[in-house]
């Protein structure tokens, strides 16, 4: 793998674990796309860093089981700014 691949999916990591953000925000700030964020900290991670691999799992596991209520939430806010 190449290097720049691997620092790349070493910096999303530690972005992800610092500020708890998304795919979506993540890859925004990395200026790729969410497919490359899922095979970066998904995949590749797990090889490169193990111990950091299971924290973003973790991060991205509690994200996982709380999108239902951010899309309530947005959903909410999109018919209130309607009226």
Known sequence: MRDHIKERATAMAQYIIENGTTV???AKQFGVSK??????????LETINKC?????KAVLDKNKSERHIRGGLATKEKYLNLH
């Open 52 to 56: 950091l691999f299971v924290k973003v």
């Open 35 to 44: 497919s490359t964020v899922h095979k970066d900290v998904g995949i590749r």
């Open 24 to 26: 979506r925000e993540t």
